[in-house]
């Protein structure tokens, strides 16, 4: 009964407070079918019923309004300064992210005790915070909200599972006061102080990326990795050794129980005396329990500790072991804390992949063979086969990639990566403080597996068939790939029949999503939300497909994978046709290098100027191995996207001696009597000089120039345009002021319906040719949509 009832448990923690009554019906059916004669079934559809009714009263109860002296209540109050404790500290490059618990606030003059977490950015951090150390931070707080577009990761709901509903951004750390020395319990004090001696001592004996990836496995430093080991190790399906997991614990209780056996078996008769097997597993517990807070305590890494305790319960209490119970108890108790854990990736990967792993183990082979061949190859391969397979569906819809060569990978550079590395990093531990030569030259042995172990892996990502790029699954499509493989694992009664069904629903998906991808007789034009930047994505009929601009950020946020990427494979592209660039400045190609890299544009779309940044360079590599066909555009050029639409390119006449806003490529894509100019960030003079020719500015939308800056969108510019609707592309917030209000005066002023990705989300356009339809994507405005006749001729 565990079993179904933990299933149950985590799918109603993804349920919302207004999905209360569809779960109240599924208990009712499940009670009923708790009535039928079948004992088995009985017993199973009662523990189902009772697990989504209990996840539905914590969902409830997780809802509850937050206490007046919640910080949260405080949000969007001005400035506020509050005073806490550091419960989470990471580092990546300049950027530094702290969740602090708070216990003061000070606001008018007055301080107030508080409590709750908030999760605290600095973006170019000049000092660091151990965990402990108290602090008092200037800012605004805020609410985490995405940015809006279809398909990007809810990192909202993951703060909340850490308990984070209020969050503050600081440019630098000038606004950040020390409040004492560390304080907090022993225990937090012991491990801290472990991390940072492991941290001194892994920098002083390892080089990158053997660096970076030993600060993963040993202390769960996941932003230590750098992009060309985090590609590699995906691509390879090798992702899932830097996530501090069930191998990995698996790995430290086998040594800790060997090594503790191996102690007691030699101290004189105590072997005669007391069960050393028992002793030793049980004793095991304190250094995994050690090893699992040095990884931070994440989610695969709690998942692994717990299913150890039960079986290791369920060997004290003299019952066979059971993995699957293990596994579901353990999820169990993990849910209770975080209702909607199941909705979590890294806890969706690592419990599916055991849950694979242990079905494929109880199908045993009939045959036994304890040969060398089936030991160490036979036997991975099929491990490594099983949890790809069983996973590909959730990579599929997470990361849009599935990796093929991931069995070979895990057979060739798992033992290094693993047992070879971590044996010997985990050994050093105990060792840092007491012996620190020693610990020294296990941590150089680690590095050296690690390095060799990394370069199989990047020599295997370097195939170009080692992963495949896919588009996002719908739910349908993941249920369908599921429902296939529980069939032919299982194999019920009538087998051929549920292939058939499952089949005939396949065909008509692809049919429904083939006929979107290409067959959808409209122009869709998607303005999407980056922050303070510029990024739209162009879907002509037939299929063709035009990004323009691709956002940007200093650091190592990347828009293209982050924001724009998603959204492609959300809508099924795989390749784009071109990319445009307005012009060379970090807002408008931050993201392009990924989309080069990843989408093989067949052209690039610029007028001709360069950037001399690394990140420029980046994406003229990308450009260059894609092979994409470098198009210079002046104004009076004429490109075709498609059969049906036409860009027009208006500006600029010459670049030479113009500043890189007013340079600007501004052109206008026509699909029967509808419109579009998309400006860049042209000012004043570029809008002067484009009025030479003002019939050829009429446009049924406006994206509004340099993200809705007084220094653009003039007026007798704008009447030339005539825009009946008009798209701000700005960041929430932004410490510019954009857009201007005097600008969206202007805007309102001449007839047009303005929108703002800062505030609405992704912006929507979708024109048959002879009318226009807006929507807002962003969460909160879903429902937001108007219609619009074109007249342009």
């Known amino acids: 009964m565990l079993v179904p009832f933990a299933l149950a448990f985590l799918a109603g923690g993804i349920s919302h407070p207004g999905a209360i009554g569809p779960v109240v019906l599924v208990v009712l059916a499940a009670v009923a079918v708790a009535r039928c004669r079948s004992t088995p079934l009985r017993a199973r559809a009662s523990a189902a019923a009772a697990g989504l009714a209990l996840a539905a009263l914590a969902v409830a109860c997780a809802h509850v309004p937050p206490p007046a002296s919640d910080v949260t209540r405080l949000v969007g109050s001005g400035t506020t300064a509050i005073e806490g404790r550091v419960v989470r500290s990471e580092t990546n490059g300049e950027r530094t992210a702290l969740i602090l618990a708070v216990d003061d606030v000070r606001r008018r003059g007055r301080t107030v005790e508080a409590s709750g977490l908030v999760g605290l950015t600095v973006a170019h951090a000049r000092r660091s915070w151990v965990v402990g150390t108290r602090l008092r931070a200037v800012g605004r707080l805020r609410r985490p909200r995405l940015f809006g577009n279809p398909g990007e990761y809810d990192f909202v709901a993951t703060l909340a599972r850490r308990g984070v509903h209020a969050t503050m951004f600081l440019w630098d750390d000038e606004h950040i006061a020390g409040l004492g020395i560390p304080s907090a319990g022993p225990a937090t004090r012991i491990v801290e102080g472990i991390r940072a001696a492991m941290t001194e001592r892994i920098a002083a004996h390892a080089a990158e990326p053997a660096r970076g990836y030993l600060a993963a496995v040993l202390l769960g430093d996941l932003q230590s990795l750098d992009r060309a080991t985090r590609t590699a190790l995906t691509r390879t399906g090798l992702a899932h050794v830097v996530s501090v997991s069930g191998f990995h614990i698996a790995v430290a209780a086998g040594a800790s129980i060997v090594a503790i056996r191996w102690l007691l078996v030699r101290l004189g008769g105590l072997a005669l005396r007391i069960n050393v097997t028992t002793v030793a597993a049980l004793a095991g517990t304190v250094p995994v329990g050690v090893y699992a807070a040095l990884a931070g305590g994440s989610v695969p890494a709690a998942r692994s500790f717990l299913s150890y305790g039960v079986l ?392 509004v120039p340099h993200h809705g800056s007084a220094t653009s969108t003039t007026a007798g510019w704008l009447a030339a345009v005539a825009p009946r609707i008009a798209v701000i592309s700005s960041g929430r917030d932004n410490r510019f002021g954009f857009p201007a209000p005097a600008v969206v005066h202007r805007l309102r002023a001449a007839g047009a319906s303005v929108w703002n990705t800062a505030e609405q989300g992704a912006i929507r356009i979708v024109s048959d040719g002879r009318r226009v339809e807006v929507a807002a994507l962003g969460a909160s405005t879903r429902r937001m949509r108007f219609v619009f006749p074109t007249s342009l001729w």
């Open 312 to 703: 290791l319960g369920a060997l004290l209490c003299t019952r066979p072991p059971d993995a699957l119970r293990a596994l579901a108890a353990a999820a169990v108790i993990l849910a209770v804390a975080t209702p909607d854990l199941a909705a979590d990736v890294s806890f969706e990967l690592s419990f599916l992949s055991v849950l694979g792993l242990i079905l494929l183990a109880r199908r045993r082979p009939t045959i036994v063979d304890s040969s060398w061949g089936r030991r160490y190859v036979v036997d991975p391969v099929r491990v490594s086969v099983a949890a790809t397979i069983v996973t590909a569906p959730l990579t599929a819809w997470h990361f849009q990639q599935v990796s093929l060569i991931a069995p070979l990978a895990n057979l060739v550079a798992l033992p290094l990566l693993g047992p070879a590395t971590l044996l010997p990093g985990l050994a050093a531990i105990p060792f840092v403080a007491v012996v620190p030569p020693l610990a020294d030259l296990l941590l150089t042995v680690a590095a050296h597996a690690a390095d060799l172990g990394l370069r199989l892996a990047r020599t295997l990502g370097a195939y170009s068939w080692a992963a495949v790029d896919t588009p996002t699954p719908s739910l349908l499509e993941i249920a369908l790939c599921y429902g296939v493989l529980a069939v032919l694992w299982f194999r019920p009664p009538r087998t051929p029949a549920a292939l058939a069904l499952l089949a005939l629903v396949s065909v008509g998906d692809v049919g429904y999503c083939t006929w979107q991808r290409f067959g959808d007789p409209t122009l869709r034009v998607t303005f999407l939300s980056v922050g303070q930047g510029d990024a739209a994505v162009v879907e002509a009929p037939g299929g063709a497909v035009l990004v323009v601009d691709g956002g940007g950020f200093a650091g190592d946020f990347d828009p293209g994978e982050r924001l724009i990427a998603p959204f492609l494979h959300a809508r099924k592209i795989l390749r784009v046709d071109a990319l445009a660039l307005s012009h060379p400045q970090l807002d408008h190609y931050g993201g392009l290098a990924y989309l080069a890299e990843h989408f093989a544009p067949r052209e690039h779309w610029s007028n001709g100027t360069h950037a001399t940044a690394a990140s420029f360079a980046r994406l003229e590599r990308a450009l260059d191995d894609a092979g994409a066909r470098r198009v210079t555009l002046a104004a009076g050029a004429r490109r075709n996207l498609g059969p049906e639409v036409v860009v027009e390119v208006l500006h600029p006449t010459a670049t030479e001696g113009l500043d890189p806003n007013e340079a600007s490529l501004v052109f206008r894509l026509r699909f029967g009597t509808t419109a579009v100019l998309f400006t860049g960030d042209v000012e004043h003079g570029a809008e002067r000089a484009m009025l030479a020719d003002a019939a050829s500015l009429r446009s049924d939308v406006l994206k």
